[in-house]
């Protein structure tokens, strides 16, 4: 009996239990629901249901006009266009009318807007899915069926988000402000990260990328053009995940997670939670900013480096935390053994403590130098480096480009801004910065010392650039960090709905809507064309493969069974040498076939021409007897007149052509020199 009794009370407190877990998911879902309702999307059961039975629909009519189309002659891309075409054609006409039905009756001209959205988000979707599919097929070679399965369901989860939050939301219900810009924002830095996670493998190394690899593989303290820190970077990633693309560019990722981190609290602490996630919503979308994470440059660290310097001032100035000048320390520190342009912050900070009237008083402050000190100990490896090279990386980023030739760059200064920023986001700087506009002064009640923060912080690193454009040429990456300042008060610009000032009556909201989901399409656009590509459509050019991460490995195998036949022929590994600037050795050198190149690939500086840091690396006199196997994309960069005094023996020029997929894409030249002799320097 006792056994009976203990046995009903086990299985009551078993219902109990799981009535409550029941419950509890039943609760879960139904609160999710509701905050997805405030936040604007028309997220339901229903709708769910009857998008995935429209992605059904709309895949199957894709491939159906494809094979239709093939069949009748027509060539890939644009049957793949045209069935791109018809299923999203199809998909709009049935989620409108069916799937999103509450959805209120619009005008044509509105109708034109939703559409446009509509097929915005259905590129997104398509970008990913082709980045999935490129991926699982390619890399993690899974069978067709699972690949598609992932790449499918991966598409309609971006379609369906997408479509319920920014196509067809709810109208006329009670919905939150700040709910919608955080659920934005946490949905667009999810697609953005996962954009860049499926493309990171199957995108080869730009010639920068392949050079800082080459760093790792020559560790040091300094290198001439750049400071240590992307070669210690790049080595840590390799060292824990291996050596593909993705593990280098690993970093990269890690990196512009830390320069988000540090600018959400910087916003946070100026403007509040809802700017805060706006700033990185921001960070995540404008194509710049979604580059410097994707790709391992020095620009990678330095964000993050500048971000750190920007949140522990604020800390200072703001906060009044004296031990915050240690951060700024630490920081400068790091961000100087990444890039020495953010040395331009120092005269920033000093120009910001003279005209604040709060921050003076840490002139009379222990804090301030203590930080100092501690930047210069961080950097002191670099500066022996130098010292002991001949100062030639300070020469080199210094002294080398005022000695420039004299070119007026200014318009394409303004014109690398308007790339970084978008227009809408250079507008919003500008009124930041410069104009006083009255509707806002109440927003910015107690915002003089913060627009002076932005103010100070953007434009005195801003003016070196400018005076610098007016006598010599400019790179479109240099700015790309000097925004970071202003992007707090952008973020808490970009909340309010329009605005009046000297830039007429601007709906700010309205355009950042435009301007987010343009970006994203373009950078998963570039990332589809230079991964995928368009079959009817190869790029032909040599010029256009040095200047894209397009076909350099299938150049490099090219270029290994050329070494091999030298090597089998005459029984000894010959030296690789790129006879450009640094393009074609950093990538041969990548793209080794027995992953030794970085031991075995030179530069042209054997032969006298400025080679980098492949004449460091490769010092002429110790490559004597040695033969040679010289690679250029141009005639004249294997001319026999000015390359036979260093050999005993001159092979003749050969042409090999590259090839991607069955199709050509563009060529090189090759010679065999015999018996390399260095020459005295000229």
Known sequence: MAEIEMEVAARSRFNVAQGASTLSITSFLSRGQRLMAMAGGAVSLRTAMRFTAVVVVGVCIDYAVLKTLIT?????????ASGLLCGIIVSYALNSRWTFSDYPTRSPEA???????????????????????????????????????????TAALVGYVGSAFYVFPLVGQRTSERIRWRIAAVGVVLYAVLLRLVFMRTVDLIPE????????????FGYLDHPPMVAWLIWLSTQILGGSEFALRASALLT???????????????????????????????????????????????????????????????GGSQRAWLGVGISLGLGLISKYSIALLGPAIVLFMLLDSKSRVWFLRPWPYVGAVLALAIFSPVIIWNADHGWVSFIFQSARRVEEPVRFSFHLLLLSIVAILTPVGMISAARVLFEEISSTRRFFSNGDRRRLFAFVFTVVPLSVFVAFSLLHDVKLNWTGPIWLAVLPAVAALCAMKSQNGAFGRFDLRQAWSVTIVSSLVI???????????????????????????????????QAFEIQKRVRDRYNEDPLMVGMDRYFMASELAYYDGDHDGSKETAGRGLFGSEGLMYTYWFPAAEQNGRDMILFGFEKRQLNSADLAPYFQYLGPLNIATISRGGVEVGSFYYRVGYNFRALPAR
Not at 269 to 287: D, E, H, K
Not at 308 to 317: I, K, Q
């Open 72 to 80: 009748l002659g027509l060539g890939v891309g644009a049957a793949q």
């Open 111 to 153: 109708e034109w807007r939703i559409l446009s959205r509509f097929v915005a988000i259905g590129f997104l979707a398509f970008f990913l899915y082709a980045g999935v599919h490129q991926l699982a097929l390619n890399v993690w070679k899974w069978p067709l069926a699972a690949v598609e399965f992932l790449g499918i369901s």
């Open 209 to 220: 990328e392949a050079y800082y690899w080459n760093y790792s593989q020559h560790l040091d």
């Open 256 to 318: 512009w997670f830390v320069t988000g981190a540090f600018c959400f609290q910087l916003t946070r602490n100026l403007y509040g939670m809802t700017a805060a996630f706006i700033s990185v919503l921001l960070l995540s979308s404008l194509p710049y900013y979604v580059v410097s994470g994707f790709l391992i440059m020095p620009d990678a660290p330095l964000m993050a480096a500048w971000a750190g310097t920007l949140f522990f001032l604020e800390r200072v100035f703001f």
């Open 523 to 557: 950078c998963g656009g570039a990332f589809y064309f230079i991964a995928v590509g368009l079959p009817d459509h190869p790029l032909k050019s040599s010029l256009q493969l040095r200047d894209l991460p397009i076909s350099w490995k299938e150049l490099g195998e």
